[in-house]
């Protein structure tokens, strides 16, 4: 029988969370090279932009020789899958390796797939379970998770994380409003996670059914999946409303998880022993100060399935590295 993972403090779930910064980047370095390396053997599309621009991960000297590498973007990912059905060139598994495929919610366009190897699913698990160790939840509490379970990514990665931690989880996904407050309260759920709408929504209809939320024993709201986690007001309404700090999921379909908010409250924590983040002048594309407002791009460090390398997510950040007041020090978005 599997045991969840013991933290490494009362306060810290992984030792990595604490290291130096010069350390943090000597780690990501060497499995920058690591990476590169198996990429550029096992990903037809890197093979292709490696071999363009004569790069070989024996070139990567420092952090900054990265840049010699063009942006991977959306429309490469869909250029990709349209010229390899279904999983695209920029897989780096063969058939038998993965273990899962997810997919993107196809708002804009076909749903893209996105696969997962064994390795990755366990590293998402605890990378999850570090994020919700920092932000309050403990073995034995309640996890209610109502994300949802049908094609959206969040819910399995949720409820392996708590699971991992050795929390009770309640798999509730995103329906049954009722059913949802009448298990709060009768179960005793102490962390619930969900879309900030879907929190809004529950939040409203308990307060129809005379159900006061600020009562219940919930003690952290996590949101992710929607942008409204990161605004003040959206923030503010939702604590009030549960009686409860709330915490925003920062993520994409492609990168599994990006960063989340502790309990420190100082903005999204950002996982830099999962991704090397570069925060870039949107139009110079050149490295911006601490404090400045940049493109958030992003290279995994040991992604199996479907690693990107200088992945343009097109969202403005502002990052700060310098070390929380709680011992992390790896670098912050706001």
Not at 104 to 124: K, N
């Given at each position: 029988?599997?045991?969840?993972?013991?933290?490494?403090?009362?306060?810290i779930?992984?030792?990595?969370?604490?290291?130096?910064?010069?350390?943090?980047?000597?780690?990501?370095l060497?499995?920058?090279?690591?990476?590169?390396?198996?990429?550029?053997?096992r990903?037809?599309?890197?093979?292709?932009?490696?071999?363009?621009?004569?790069?070989?991960?024996?070139?990567?000297?420092s952090?900054?020789?990265?840049?010699?590498?063009?942006?991977?973007?959306?429309?490469?990912?869909?250029?990709?899958?349209?010229?390899?059905?279904?999983?695209?060139?920029?897989?780096?598994?063969?058939?038998?390796?993965?273990?899962?495929?997810?997919?993107?919610?196809?708002?804009?366009?076909?749903?893209?797939?996105?696969?997962?190897?064994?390795?990755?699913?366990?590293?998402?698990?605890d990378?999850?379970?570090?994020?919700?160790?920092?932000?309050?939840?403990?073995?034995?509490?309640?996890?209610?998770c109502?994300?949802?379970?049908?094609?959206?990514?969040?819910?399995?990665?949720?409820?392996?994380?708590?699971q991992?931690?050795?929390?009770?989880?309640?798999?509730?996904?995103?329906?049954?409003?009722?059913?949802q407050?009448?298990?709060?309260?009768?179960?005793?759920?102490?962390?619930?996670?969900?879309?900030?709408?879907?929190?809004?929504h529950?939040?409203?209809?308990?307060?129809?059914?005379?159900?006061?939320?600020?009562?219940?024993?919930?003690?952290m709201?996590?949101?992710?999946?929607?942008p409204?986690?990161?605004v003040?007001?959206?923030?503010?309404r939702?604590e009030?409303?549960?009686?409860?700090?709330?915490f925003?999921?920062?993520?994409?379909?492609?990168?599994?998880?990006?960063?989340?908010?502790?309990?420190?409250?100082?903005?999204?924590?950002?996982?830099?022993?999962?991704?090397?983040?570069?925060?870039?002048?949107?139009?110079?594309?050149?490295?911006?100060?601490?404090?400045?407002r940049?493109v958030?791009v992003?290279?995994?460090?040991?992604?199996?399935?479907?690693?990107?390398?200088?992945?343009w997510?097109?969202?403005?950040?502002?990052?700060?590295?310098?070390?929380?007041p709680?011992?992390?020090?790896?670098a912050?978005?706001?």
């Amino acid at each position: 029988m599997n045991q969840p993972k013991q933290p490494f403090s009362s306060s810290i779930w992984d030792e990595a969370e604490t290291w130096s910064r010069d350390r943090i980047e000597a780690f990501q370095l060497q499995a920058l090279k690591r990476q590169l390396a198996r990429v550029g053997e096992r990903s037809k599309h890197y093979q292709r932009v490696f071999g363009q621009h004569g790069f070989r991960a024996d070139d990567l000297k420092s952090l900054a020789d990265l840049r010699k590498l063009p942006f991977t973007r959306k429309s490469d990912y869909l250029a990709g899958l349209e010229a390899e059905p279904p999983f695209g060139t920029l897989a780096a598994v063969g058939p038998g390796e993965a273990a899962r495929v997810h997919f993107s919610s196809g708002t804009t366009a076909s749903p893209a797939p996105v696969l997962w190897s064994h390795a990755d699913i366990d590293r998402w698990a605890d990378l999850y379970a570090r994020y919700l160790y920092a932000q309050g939840l403990r073995r034995g509490d309640v996890f209610q998770c109502m994300f949802n379970y049908a094609w959206f990514v969040g819910g399995l990665g949720a409820t392996l994380a708590a699971q991992r931690l050795g929390a009770l989880v309640i798999p509730a996904s995103s329906g049954d409003t009722t059913r949802q407050i009448e298990t709060i309260f009768q179960y005793g759920s102490q962390c619930v996670i969900g879309t900030p709408s879907f929190m809004a929504h529950v939040a409203e209809a308990a307060a129809k059914l005379g159900r006061d939320l600020t009562k219940s024993k919930v003690k952290m709201v996590c949101v992710g999946g929607e942008p409204g986690g990161s605004v003040p007001g959206t923030r503010e309404r939702l604590e009030a409303q549960w009686g409860a700090p709330m915490f925003d999921c920062y993520g994409a379909l492609e990168c599994q998880p990006i960063g989340w908010d502790t309990a420190a409250k100082l903005g999204p924590t950002l996982a830099e022993d999962f991704i090397y983040a570069e925060v870039l002048h949107p139009d110079t594309h050149e490295p911006v100060a601490d404090g400045e407002r940049g493109v958030l791009v992003i290279t995994h460090l040991d992604k199996e399935a479907c690693p990107l390398v200088r992945w343009w997510t097109g969202d403005i950040v502002v990052r700060d590295t310098e070390p929380a007041p709680d011992g992390r020090t790896h670098a912050r978005l706001r």
